[in-house]
């Protein structure tokens, strides 16, 4: 991706500048698709996937050509430099801790200081003959576009919300069109996002799933292999179910099931598919009351619980909003759980005959 490093004096002519740029392709190379997928599957990943702050170069720029701003998240990056292909610009990169420019922008990382400190490091007004700066609209939340320009000279144009809207933009005079301001966020958009979420539930299903194992398959003669399998397979199945409807289903179909709160909306679709599977199950457990009661209360709130992880990555809240929602269910959440674990005591206990 990064071809190599060149320097301001070969593109301005200006011989009292030396500031070393990249010089980047608009095309993707393997590694940055397979990049792409990665970082949608994996936390871990995900969190390293960033380039170094600075100033890259696309094309031929020279001392009239854009300057674009992004993060460093190298996902954000790669978007920018493969929608500018077949222009020459400048992209400059901020230092947003590897976060891209929407969540970066939320936590002020994308913001005014971070920005003026990049305009002034890169020199940028040294070998530019013009004062503006182009920044994603997503990132509007933390830039003061005033603050900017009374400290630097540089105007702050807020673009377009996709990239890909970038060149019909600049065909435009920079001039937005309302299609442009839109944030679409489309079924295909939330799926895939969707692993982010399914994954790591999945990793936390394993320790769900030994808990759940070694809880019945305790007997008064021991552990027991089947005891184990044949009453805990219902809650397995349970919990399988919980992670579809919240990290799937939930996501897939935001827009259709009611209510604004993901909380809400986690907690209906973990109902809508907890409640046929405990009925329809034919399993002596699940007949048992407390049993019972602990599987209706738990799993639909498991479900609740993943729902409200993605509001994060969507477009149908803000910060304050997530603060607020958090405040009203995480206290739910904690007293159903520990509810839902007394009854599983109180009948382990009945069972075995300790009670």
Known sequence: MINENINILEFCKKPDQFEKVNRVSSEWSRPDYSGSIKCRISNSFRMKYRIKPGLYAVGEPDANSEVFASANYKLSFDILRKALSGLSAWILVLDTKGINVWCAAGK????????????GGVKLGNFLNHRRIILPQLGAVGVNADSVFK???????????????IKAYLNSGRRKTPEMRKIKFSILDRLILTPREIIPAMNKFIIFAAIILLFFGIQPTGILFKSAWVY??????????????????TPAALPFIPFRSFALKGWITGMLLTAPVIFLFN??????????ISAI???PMASSYLALQFTGSTTFT???GVKKELKTALPVYLISTVISIVLLIIYKLHKLAVI
């Open 232 to 249: 805990g397979e219902p809650f397995l199945l349970l919990g399988l179910v919980s992670i579809i409807a919240g990290s799937f289903i």
């Open 283 to 292: 399993s002596p457990e699940l007949k048992n009351i407390l049993i019972f």
């Open 108 to 119: 002020g990382t994308f913001g005014t200081e971070e920005l003026v400190k990049r305009i």
């Open 297 to 299: 209360l738990f799993f």
């Open 318 to 320: 803000n910060m304050s």
């Open 151 to 165: 400290r630097t000279g540089f105007k702050v144009y807020f673009g377009p919300v996709y990239a890909e809207d």
